[in-house]
Antibody, heavy 123, light 107 residues
Framework: QVQLVQSGAEVKKPGASVKVSCKASGYTFTSYYIHWVRQAPGQGLEWMGIINPSGDTTTYAQKFQGRVTMTRDTSTSTVYMELSSLRSEDTAVYYC????????????????WGQGTLVTVSS | DIQMTQSPSSVSASVGDRVTITCRASQGISGWLAWYQQKPGKAPKLLIYAASSLQSGVPSRFSGRGSGTDFTLSISSLQPEDFATYYCQVANSFPITFGQGTRLEIK
């Protein structure tokens, strides 16, 4: 069965970076785009960007341009999301999510999600 | 960016009721819309894609309609497990945006 398993919770100081992993299993890793979505405490969902695990191409939301980097390791079927220059407003649960349709960048419906990783930014 | 506005922001209903949630896009998105259900402490779950297609495994009491800018999610006969927060999502353009959510509470 399809699974996305994320790394554990992190506590970081303002100005630091965090790298969250998302390990995929149960399907052909390079056939489906992966997105990152975050959710601040008590708030809604916010899309951060997308990575094509096959070609390593990415598109980021403008809000995160320059601070976010999404990469993948095909040997371990793992996608990574690194966010730098952390501030308190980045405290959130970060989710990876798989596109429902393979090998297409649009439309984007998220059929499988990781369990979420809580990142807390506090001095 | 396409803005998605959901209404109401919260609704109270009873088991067995029919509930409808609305999502309006700031510009036309054809039928490129999804609906998700999220329970506290859990990841969102895809219910509806392409505005009206039911995701595999989702009960048939959930249905979606709409095209262009106006969309609805209906739950025909509320079950106890349906009390959650619901989000709409635009699916055909970057940045992907979500509605602010509708919290469905037990009356």
């Amino acid at each position: 069965q399809v699974q996305l398993v994320q790394s554990g919770a992190e506590v970081k100081k303002p100005g630091a970076s965090v790298k969250v992993s998302c390990k995929a299993s149960g399907y052909t890793f390079t056939s489906y785009y992966i997105h990152w979505v975050r959710q601040a405490p008590g708030q809604g969902l916010e899309w951060m960007g997308i990575i094509n695990p096959s070609g390593d191409t990415t598109t980021y939301a403008q809000k995160f341009q320059g601070r976010v980097t999404m990469t993948r390791d095909t040997s371990t079927s793992t996608v990574y999301m690194e966010l730098s220059s952390l501030r308190s407003e980045d405290t959130a649960v970060y989710y990876c999510a798989r596109d429902r349709i393979s090998l297409t960048s649009r439309p984007n419906y998220f059929d499988y999600w990781g369990q979420g990783t809580l990142v807390t930014v506090s001095s | 960016d396409i803005q998605m506005t959901q209404s109401p922001s919260s609704v109270s209903a009873s088991v067995g009721d029919r509930v409808t949630i609305t999502c309006r896009a700031s510009q036309g998105i054809s039928g490129w819309l999804a609906w998700y259900q999220q329970k506290p402490g859990k990841a969102p779950k895809l219910l509806i894609y392409a505005a009206s297609s039911l995701q595999s495994g989702v009960p048939s009491r959930f249905s979606g309609r709409g095209s262009g800018t106006d969309f609805t999610l209906s739950i025909s006969s509320l079950q106890p497990e349906d009390f959650a927060t619901y989000y709409c999502q635009v699916a055909n353009s970057f940045p992907i945006t979500f509605g602010q959510g509708t919290r469905l509470e037990i009356k």
